[in-house]
């Protein structure tokens, strides 16, 4: 039995360091291309505003953002005339997604949902007026409409009624929607 032991501790011993590297080894290969931009150039942070928590230089749901290429690239220019980057110059700007809002905040949808939703008071918040008095005059419909519509609204499926984000921390659970339409396309593995 003890030799069973000592050949299972021996076992974890050596497979560990195993595992370990072809973790690593797949994170690495999932990085693929990414690691090469890191080494190429850094971009800097937005700048974000307090009332909306989004980039101030928001517009048409783009902010740009200044990256300052790595030290030492060169840089043939329209003219042809070769530039190389020390890394504190701007190199170029590129652009991030950023949201609508209106003023909605989600924590205080959430909170008026889970404390006074019986009430209907999420519903008149977010800008429905005749679903908040429904809600009012039936008791949060004897409460499981408002459980239904903490849930919903907790996920952010239900949101202001003007069809705007609401304002969540930029760094924040912020909710990223996936859709099919008919330009998305699906990617085949081809057999070698």
């Avoid at 003890?2 to 595992?19: K, N, V, Y």
Wanted: charged share 20%; glycine share 8%.
């Amino acid at each position: 039995m003890a030799l069973h032991w000592r050949s299972l501790l021996r076992f974890r011993s050596t497979t560990r360091p195993l595992i370990i590297f072809s973790f690593c080894l797949t994170v690495i290969h999932s990085l693929g291309n990414d690691v090469d931009n890191l080494l190429m150039y850094m971009c800097k942070e937005p700048k974000i505003d307090d009332a909306t928590q989004e980039p101030e230089n928001c517009k048409d749901r783009l902010a740009w953002v200044e990256c300052l290429p790595a030290p030492n690239i060169s840089c043939r220019l329209s003219n042809g005339t070769q530039f190389k980057f020390s890394g504190e110059e701007v190199g170029f700007n590129k652009s991030i997604p950023c949201r609508n809002v209106s003023g909605y905040s989600y924590k205080v949808a959430v909170a008026l949902s889970l404390f006074l939703g019986w009430i209907g008071a999420d519903r008149f918040y977010l800008g429905y007026p005749a679903l908040g008095l429904l809600k009012f005059c039936t008791v949060g419909f004897c409460g499981i409409g408002s459980l239904v519509d903490f849930m919903l609204i907790s996920m952010q499926i239900v949101g202001p009624s003007d069809g705007s984000d609401y304002i969540v921390d930029y760094y924040g659970a912020r909710l990223t929607r996936l859709s099919i339409t008919n330009e998305t396309y699906r990617r085949t593995q081809l057999s070698p």
